[in-house]
């Protein structure tokens, strides 16, 4: 897969991220790493791939997220032509 992020620290990064085993190290991990709002913002951003991946229309998204038109449709246009890293967790959590 080519990813225009790639690169050693990058990998270090996501290594890192890997190496943690439990839900409230990744809770401490990610407190430590990103502010509320950065936090926020990709928890929405999950939220509206998973209810992309469902079906569910825009305005349902919106009304449940928050997010605007502009994010859902970003998160949609990922789903679709992406790197399809959304499709990979979210079939893996569904298992």
């Keep these: 897969m080519k990813s225009r ?3 050693p620290k ?22 430590d790493l990103c502010t509320v709002s950065e936090l926020k913002a990709m928890e929405q951003r999950y ?11 825009y305005s349902e998204i919106a009304a ?16 679709l032509y992406g790197s399809d890293g959304y499709k990979i967790a979210l079939s893996r959590l569904e298992e």
Excluded: H, P
């Design 64 to 79: 449940e997220t928050g997010a605007s038109s502009a994010t859902i449709s970003r998160v949609n246009r990922s789903l």
């Design 47 to 57: 939220q509206v791939a998973k209810m992309l991946n469902k079906g569910c229309v």
């Design 10 to 31: 990058m990998d270090e990064l996501f290594l890192a991220i890997m190496s943690l085993e439990t839900l409230e190290e990744c809770y401490s991990f990610f407190d």
């Design 5 to 7: 992020l790639k690169d």
